[in-house]
């Protein structure tokens, strides 16, 4: 069933600290299953799969959530699917996701963030044309300018560096050998990396 999966072009990134063990993915998933409301049996579930040289975890099940709109009195909940689908490669492991995420005690024994540069470094390749860049500032001033965002058909040589001192990066739009132009996202607090621009969905695996 796994190799229907569908998600979108975007993970969670983050530097493991501790040998993940079977033990520990089964752990998690036993408490996700725990925590859900009326939790079905998963539609799978897999532990530590070696998949050439990365370990693969995955998890979906199906499990009642309040319908947003309603108060909790009325009794009415949706029967959502959610999944899970972490990947380990060396030290990085990737967090794909849909109404599920790893639990708070796995990601403090086993997970911290993997750090802004490397990001960067990941994302800004030789061949890639920045065209549009959002930035906010690291002033706490509350009179100073928080964010603000440049656009152009190559930032390289529309703007100063300077201009740029204070400011950090919070979204790009990149554009890379031709392709369609891709909105990547970049969250400090999660390591979140996400490609849009086009809405496509893929089948992971292929």
Known sequence: MIDQLRSARGAYFSRRVKRITKKAVRAMFDELLADAVNAARP???IERNLDGDARYSALCF??????PFLDEGSGKVDRVHGFLLMVEIGTTVAILRSGLDATAAFRKAYLAPIGRRRVETAIARHDAV???LSLRNMTTSR???RSKTLESQ???NAIASASTGRFIPQNYRVRRDG???RDTQYRPDRDACREGGS???DRLGS
């Open 43 to 45: 539609v799978f579930r």
């Open 62 to 67: 199906a499990h009642d959530r309040p319908v």
């Open 130 to 132: 920045f065209e549009r």
């Open 143 to 145: 009179l100073a300018l």
């Open 154 to 156: 190559d930032l390289e």
């Open 179 to 181: 392709e369609l132009h």
């Open 199 to 201: 809405r496509r969905r």
